[in-house]
């Protein structure tokens, strides 16, 4: 069963960088990790993809370390339109497709 | 414009009723999620499909229905079985390929409250 783990919340100030960590221990070979944002009453929007490594897009970057069991999400010089909460979502393939389970997710509070 | 349309956007019901939420993409994406989110808490996967006429139970299956009769369509039932429906529904598409799935893409959702 994929389960992910994070931490419930995180509170950081406009211009630091924030990281936040996903557990995922359990992750299986060919497994992708994958960022969301939501805000509230909102679908959650796609931040980030990755497998391992490092990957950069225009909004964060993703580090994967080589065990894969943990991913971590860096959102650089943070602002308060950044306060939502931020979900890793691993995916579990099974025969009827890939079923796709979020975490608790983790409350980033950003103030001035 | 491509994306996901989720109907109603608030719906009210009385207890002992099924109610359908309607999800319709446009994306051409093979793969269909509901999600259920309750205040505070985070999203749990209640059905999905990977492909027409095939779907598959999540976490939270019991009390609930669906049919994915056509690659853009999977509405939700929501049946008088679901002792606890009064949440916020989430409806999602991917292109559904194997483990690297790609984006997640959600419609608006639909608040059903009963009353």
């Known amino acids: 069963l994929a389960k992910t783990t994070q931490p419930i919340s995180m509170d950081s100030y406009e211009g630091q960088e924030v990281n936040i960590t996903c557990s995922h221990n359990?992750?299986?070979?060919?497994?992708?990790i994958t960022w969301y944002q939501q805000f509230p009453s909102q679908g959650p929007r796609f931040i980030i993809q990755?497998?391992?490594t490092k990957v950069t897009n225009e909004v964060a970057s993703l580090f994967i370390p080589a065990d894969r069991k943990s991913s971590t999400l860096s959102l650089p010089r943070v602002s308060l339109s950044d306060t939502a909460v931020y979900y890793c979502?691993?995916?579990?393939?099974?025969?009827?497709?890939?079923?796709?389970?979020f975490g608790t997710g983790t409350q980033l509070k950003v103030e001035l | 414009d491509g994306g996901i349309t989720q109907s109603p956007k608030y719906l009210f019901r009385k207890e002992g009723q099924n109610v359908t939420l309607s999800c319709e993409q446009n994306?051409?994406?093979?793969?269909m999620y509901w999600y259920r989110q309750d205040p505070g808490q985070g999203l749990r996967l209640i059905y999905y499909?990977?492909?027409?006429?095939?779907?598959q139970k999540g976490d939270i299956a019991e009390g609930y229905s669906v049919s994915r009769e056509k690659k853009e369509s999977f509405p939700l039932t929501v049946t008088s079985a679901q002792k606890n429906p009064t949440a916020f529904y989430l409806c999602?598409?991917?292109?559904?390929?194997?483990?690297?799935?790609?984006?997640?893409?959600f419609g608006e959702g639909s608040r059903l409250t009963v009353l």
């Open positions: 979502l691993q995916g579990q393939l099974t025969g009827g497709g890939n079923k796709l389970t």
């Open positions: 499909s990977q492909i027409v006429n095939d779907f």
């Open positions: 994306l051409n994406h093979d793969a």
């Open positions: 359990n992750i299986a070979t060919n497994d992708y």
């Open positions: 990755g497998y391992k």
């Open positions: 999602a598409s991917s292109r559904g390929q194997g483990l690297n799935t790609g984006e997640l893409f």
